[in-house]
């Protein structure tokens, strides 16, 4: 009997929370949803890889969509090919057929414009060389759970096949992205390339009208000059005084998602909070954000950025994929005559102003007094954190922001 009533309970429960939510939450299978965290997991890794290189400025990755590309190396891999993508996704236990269909349930979810209320353009390709010959069964499925199209280029002529990658970006991009690469190092793999376009569109916009020109302090001596956008508003923060840090979430438009950001409280290299950026800490740091008066000043430029992920995917446990003498991509041109020789993770991200009519009842009000300030003039780490998936849907850090230099008076 009291368990009848408790199941009631149970569920008189789930259907008071359901019915208090703004929309009905489409809820993610059980293997997308292991994807969804373990894709999220794999960020910081991939993330603190690419952080501790050399002349890495700008930092723009999206684990989602570093998923899928993965989930096509399962795709047209065979054996440990293939199976090594299962391990660094945290996957083993989910059947093939399952990591395909649930990446493809997963990205579609979180980058569904209508639902969204952003803008984020995503083109997949694959380039192979003049030599190879796609598998019609590979062609299909890739087109159905990753939307990556197929071309083959001729490498060797180095020149035309720069262009023609960049020409394919820049239209898929609406122009948005003009170069993913300069070079082609590797003239005799397959090339895995994703080509963005993201533009949050705020759940409250920020005034048109309040954009200036500041100073953005690179580091130490080296300011460069761009526009500025403001607006205070009420905003999940966290003064974090022992790690000297502050957090600021914005939610974009239906809140759906919402952008974390990172800042130090002075101007430093990012090496010192990157250490810190695990899942674990970033889980206590938005359990502890508070809703908080907030005046908020964030740059209003766009970044360009392109990444090759190949060595880092090699260094994360795709160490077969990536190695000519090793690599198993039979399932991809009937014969073992390929490997993964690059993968330009590309994107541009557009910060602007544009959000839904803003709640303008509390201005004027106590609710607004004496705001925090968040002034984003020096180099910050930020991510787009999804609310039902909590997948991550771009990670990044802005160091050197588009700007002529200014002189320095200090
Ligand atoms: C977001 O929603 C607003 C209001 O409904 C609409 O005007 C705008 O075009 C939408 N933007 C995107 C990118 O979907
Ligand atoms: C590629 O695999 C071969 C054969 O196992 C190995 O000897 C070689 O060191 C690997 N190359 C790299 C770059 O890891
Ligand atoms: C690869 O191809 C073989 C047949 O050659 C097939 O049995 C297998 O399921 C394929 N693997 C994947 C991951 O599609």
Same mark, same amino acid.
């Given at each position: 009997?009291?368990?009848?009533?408790?199941?009631?309970?149970?569920?008189?429960?789930?259907?008071a929370?359901?019915?208090?939510?703004?929309?009905?939450?489409?809820?993610?299978?059980?293997?997308?949803?292991?994807?969804?965290?373990?894709s999220?997991?794999?960020?910081?890794? *991939?993330?603190? /890889?690419?952080?501790?290189?050399?002349? +890495?400025? #700008? @930092? $723009?990755?999206?684990?989602? =969509?570093?998923?899928?590309?993965?989930?096509?190396?399962? *795709?047209?891999? /065979?054996a440990?090919?293939a199976?090594? +993508?299962? #391990? @660094? $996704?945290?996957?083993?236990? =989910?059947?093939?057929?399952?990591?395909?269909?649930?990446?493809?349930?997963?990205?579609?979810?979180?980058?569904?414009?209508?639902?969204?209320?952003?803008?984020?353009?995503?083109?997949?390709?694959?380039?192979?060389?003049?030599?190879?010959?796609?598998?019609?069964?590979?062609?299909?499925?890739?087109?159905?759970?990753?939307?990556?199209?197929?071309?083959?280029?001729?490498?060797?002529?180095?020149?035309?096949?720069?262009?023609?990658?960049?020409?394919?970006?820049?239209?898929?991009?609406?122009?948005?992205?003009?170069?993913?690469?300069?070079?082609?190092?590797?003239?005799?793999?397959?090339?895995?390339?994703?080509?963005?376009?993201?533009?949050?569109?705020?759940?409250?916009?920020?005034?048109?009208?309040?954009?200036?020109?500041?100073?953005?302090?690179?580091?130490?001596?080296?300011?460069?000059?761009?526009?500025?956008?403001?607006?205070?508003?009420?905003?999940?923060?966290?003064?974090?005084?022992?790690?000297?840090?502050s957090?600021l979430?914005?939610?974009?438009?239906?809140?759906?998602?919402?952008?974390?950001?990172?800042?130090?409280?002075?101007?430093?290299?990012?090496?010192?909070?990157?250490?810190?950026?695990?899942?674990?800490?970033?889980d206590?740091?938005?359990?502890?954000?508070k809703q908080?008066?907030?005046a908020?000043?964030?740059?209003?430029?766009?970044?360009?950025?392109?990444?090759?992920?190949?060595?880092?995917?090699?260094?994360?446990?795709?160490?077969?994929?990536?190695?000519?003498?090793?690599?198993?991509?039979?399932?991809?041109?009937?014969?073992?005559?390929?490997?993964?020789?690059?993968?330009?993770?590309?994107?541009?991200?557009?910060?602007?102003?544009?959000?839904?009519?803003?709640?303008?009842?509390?201005?004027?009000?106590?609710?607004?007094?004496?705001?925090?300030?968040?002034?984003?003039?020096?180099?910050?780490?930020?991510?787009?954190?999804?609310?039902?998936?909590?997948?991550?849907?771009?990670?990044?850090?802005?160091?050197r922001?588009?700007?002529?230099?200014?002189?320095?008076?200090?």
């Amino acid at each position: 009997m009291w368990v009848q009533s408790l199941m009631a309970l149970v569920l008189l429960s789930t259907s008071a929370s359901a019915a208090t939510s703004a929309s009905p939450k489409k809820v993610l299978s059980k293997h997308a949803t292991i994807l969804a965290d373990n894709s999220a997991k794999f960020a910081f890794s *991939l993330y603190q /890889k690419m952080a501790k290189e050399k002349d +890495v400025e #700008n @930092i $723009l990755i999206s684990p989602v =969509v570093v998923a899928s590309s993965l989930g096509l190396v399962a *795709l047209g891999g /065979k054996a440990s090919t293939a199976s090594q +993508v299962k #391990n @660094i $996704l945290n996957a083993a236990k =989910v059947k093939d057929d399952q990591l395909h269909s649930g990446l493809a349930e997963l990205l579609s979810e979180v980058s569904d414009p209508k639902t969204r209320n952003v803008t984020w353009k995503i083109s997949n390709r694959l380039y192979g060389p003049s030599s190879v010959t796609f598998v019609d069964e590979f062609v299909k499925s890739s087109q159905k759970h990753y939307n990556c199209d197929h071309s083959k280029i001729n490498f060797r002529d180095k020149k035309s096949a720069v262009n023609s990658i960049n020409e394919w970006a820049s239209k898929s991009t609406d122009g948005k992205l003009s170069e993913v690469t300069k070079d082609v190092e590797k003239a005799d793999g397959a090339m895995i390339i994703n080509a963005m376009f993201f533009k949050p569109h705020w759940n409250e916009q920020f005034h048109h009208k309040m954009v200036d020109n500041r100073g953005f302090v690179v580091s130490r001596g080296y300011t460069v000059s761009l526009q500025m956008m403001h607006r205070t508003g009420l905003y999940g923060f966290l003064d974090d005084k022992t790690n000297k840090l502050s957090i600021l979430s914005i939610p974009l438009a239906h809140k759906k998602s919402t952008v974390v950001f990172f800042m130090p409280h002075h101007v430093e290299s990012l090496e010192r909070l990157e250490k810190l950026l695990t899942q674990k800490q970033l889980d206590k740091w938005m359990g502890a954000l508070k809703q908080t008066a907030v005046a908020v000043s964030l740059p209003k430029v766009s970044m360009e950025v392109s990444h090759n992920l190949q060595k880092h995917l090699g260094e994360l446990g795709l160490t077969d994929a990536v190695n000519k003498s090793k690599a198993d991509f039979s399932n991809m041109s009937g014969k073992k005559d390929l490997y993964l020789s690059s993968v330009l993770h590309a994107s541009a991200l557009e910060w602007d102003t544009d959000g839904n009519e803003m709640d303008t009842s509390i201005f004027g009000t106590d609710k607004l007094k004496d705001p925090k300030l968040f002034y984003a003039d020096h180099p910050f780490i930020f991510l787009v954190k999804d609310k039902s998936t909590k997948s991550i849907l771009f990670l990044g850090r802005m160091v050197r922001p588009k700007g002529d230099k200014i002189r320095d008076e200090l």
